[in-house]
């Protein structure tokens, strides 16, 4: 049964990575005939300060989505854990944002950035709000808050799922001991729930790598190129520039690069796990 998936999962993924791979070492620009120009793409890779700018935005965004995600999250996840009224009214509510096409989100949040809170932040006189905040320097900060507010649905539900694993007996018998609610989060649930952390700052920080759908729907990578991640300027010059076999090179190192932190992540926080078993 997992034949047709797998023919599919190589026609439709590995074959055309293949393909990128071997076209990073040509200089074809997606159309006519095209020659081997060896490592000649992967050194103007190294040394254009465009594609270095962008690999030092992209690390910034998802260093800061992925503190921010994994602590709203698992704050919220603790939440619902607990004794609440409408907890599952409240999941669906939190989930929903995760149903939700990001271009959409993307473009809703466009419009509310740009219109909605500058008619607001005039009528109150509030600076700040006053003007279009993804039409300045800041704004990475707009993209930044749609991408964690959409992202903590998925987390959150990771973390809820940990939660569930936990014995409450652990808990009682922690509180009879005079424990603080500090001390049986940092000492029983955040070590019992170790391996889901683990799931949610891999795929977090592997996702973030990727942003995309988010900058094209609210700045296209704008002003200038300040929001401008890998992946908007892999599609922008390769699709747009005549850049193909370049950007299937800056895609290459992009793979390398996230698959090196993820495995590095692994290594570190199954370490981790180890020593708190």
């Known amino acids: 049964m997992t034949v047709p998936m797998v023919v599919l999962f190589f026609i439709l993924h590995t074959y055309p990575f293949l393909k990128g791979v071997f076209y990073s070492f040509t200089n074809w620009r997606g159309y006519g005939g095209w020659k081997f120009v060896g490592l000649k793409n992967y050194l103007y890779v190294f040394t254009n ?66 219109t909605i809170l500058p008619d607001i932040g005039q009528s109150l006189h509030i600076g700040f709000l006053s003007e279009n905040i993804l039409g300045g320097a800041h704004a990475w900060l707009g993209i ?21 694993t936990v014995d409450t007996e652990i808990y009682e018998a922690a509180e009879l001991d005079g424990t603080t609610p500090w001390q049986r989060f940092y000492k029983i649930t955040f070590p019992l729930i170790a391996p889901f952390f683990t799931i949610n700052l891999v795929l977090s920080v592997k996702n973030f790598l990727m942003v995309f759908d988010q900058i094209i729907a609210m700045t296209n990578g704008g002003p200038g190129n300040l929001t401008t991640s890998i992946s908007v300027l892999i599609y922008k010059r390769g699709f747009q520039g005549a850049q193909f076999a370049v950007q299937s090179a800056n895609a290459v190192v992009l793979f390398i690069v996230i698959a090196s932190i993820s495995l590095f992540q692994l290594r570190v926080l199954e370490k981790r796990e180890e020593k708190i078993q």
């Open 49 to 114: 300060a465009e594609v270095t700018h962008s690999y030092l935005f992209t690390l910034k965004f998802a260093i800061f989505a992925t503190v921010l995600v994994n602590v709203l999250s698992l704050a919220i996840a603790l939440g619902l854990n607990g004794k609440i009224k409408f907890k599952n009214t409240l999941k669906a509510v939190y989930f929903l944002p995760y149903i939700l096409g990001t271009l959409i989100i993307g473009f809703v949040f466009n419009f509310i950035f740009g």
């Open 144 to 164: 930044l808050f749609v991408t964690v507010w959409q992202s903590m649905a998925f987390n959150t539900l990771i973390y809820l799922s940990g939660l569930q």
